[in-house]
């Protein structure tokens, strides 16, 4: 792989290239990283949108709807003349658009019990933006196995919620935080009980945000911290999150049998 920039790539992203945090090596970095996204819908469409604009240079994406008339009050990826469309063919189109320079690997499937591995394991960092338990589960305990870094992001109504993923180096993981006893699985989808549509944009473009520090190694992470959004308070409140050692997916027990 190319160890500089195009003039091309310079002009692109030279905002970027002014920072001292990012420079032409950090840029270099994100052309060399690869991160898979996990739904292309209200948060997904965000989180790649500013992957793409930033030169991530391989992007992966996951969904196996079509476009609906209903997504496009926040699902900015798509557009009235794509309804109909699979959502990844969608989002490939509307980001080779934007960033002709990158990579966009499409996966037209569900995030499944067969799949997970396969996919988790081609990317260096997963961002998960599925709208249910079930889904978020298993591509947390994929995380976990597969040693990757996932940056997970939740909303409804007129709230969010964000946080890094990093057990393989001691953090706790998504179980940690909401361990499946905890009837948590029966929270309303969007789809019963609302969504507005701006907070999924803020939500994704704070997770894209995320994975970008992770990438460039940036100031704090989120890991073992929890993030809320009130959006109608406009209030962010940070939580810790502590590693449960007794956790079936990255506690002492589950890791000596990955051993």
């Not at 604009?53 to 794509?82: F, K, P, Y």
């Not at 499937?109 to 067969?114: A, G, K, M, V, W």
């Not at 001691?170 to 935080?177: F, K, N, S």
């Amino acid at each position: 792989m190319r160890s500089e920039l195009t003039e091309n790539e310079i002009q692109r992203y030279s905002r970027h290239i002014l920072l001292p945090e990012v420079g032409g090596t950090g840029q270099i970095r994100l052309r060399r990283a690869s991160v898979l996204i996990i739904g292309a819908g209200g948060l997904g469409s965000p989180v790649a949108h500013y992957l793409a604009a930033a030169g991530v240079g391989r992007i992966g994406i996951v969904d196996d709807d079509r476009v609906e008339l209903s997504n496009l009050q926040r699902q900015i990826l798509h557009t009235t003349g794509r309804v109909g469309l699979p959502k990844v063919d969608s989002a490939r189109e509307a980001l080779a658009a934007l960033n002709p320079e990158i990579l966009i690997e499409t996966h037209n499937t569900r995030f499944t019990q067969d799949n997970a591995a396969d996919l988790v394991r081609a990317y260096d960092i997963i961002c998960d933006g599925s709208d249910n338990f079930e889904t978020r589960y298993l591509v947390n305990a994929t995380c976990v196995r597969e040693r990757r870094t996932l940056i997970s992001a939740a909303v409804t109504r007129f709230d969010g919620q964000l946080s890094t993923f990093r057990p393989h180096i001691g953090g706790p993981c998504y179980e940690c935080l909401f361990p499946r006893t905890d009837g948590v699985a029966d929270a309303p989808s969007c789809g019963e009980a609302g969504i507005f549509g701006a907070v999924t944009g803020v939500l994704g473009t704070l997770q894209a945000t995320e994975a970008l520090k992770e990438i460039l190694d940036l100031g704090e992470t989120l890991a073992g911290r929890l993030l809320l959004w009130d959006a109608l308070a406009t209030r962010f409140t940070t939580i810790s999150i502590a590693r449960d050692p007794d956790c079936p997916t990255c506690g002492h027990q589950a890791r000596e049998q990955m051993r």
